[in-house]
């Protein structure tokens, strides 16, 4: 089994302070513009994945995942 290797994301100079919900909710965004752009399997979206999965909070990810099915997400898509 391969090895898996956890890092977080690198910091960001837009998000200088401790407090990283925008910085969660922005990665989380760029990730469904990648894929949205250059489709589900698309290799360069795959590091906003690892970046929004390491600093959103699971039940975030999870409502906002449901919003985007219902069509009523609020961010920029």
């Not at 910091?11 to 919900?21: G, K, L, M, V």
């Not at 970046?51 to 975030?60: I, M, T, V």
Request: proline share 6%; glycine share 6%.
């Amino acid at each position: 089994m391969a090895e898996i290797e956890l890092k977080t994301a690198p910091a960001d100079y837009r998000f200088p302070t401790t407090n990283q919900s925008r910085h969660c909710f922005t990665r989380y965004v760029e990730f469904h513009r990648c894929v949205a752009a250059k489709g589900d399997d698309a290799s360069e979206c795959q590091k906003f994945a690892k970046f929004y999965r390491s600093l959103c909070p699971g039940e975030w990810v999870d409502r906002w995942n449901e919003q985007r099915e219902n069509g009523i997400f609020p961010g920029p898509l």
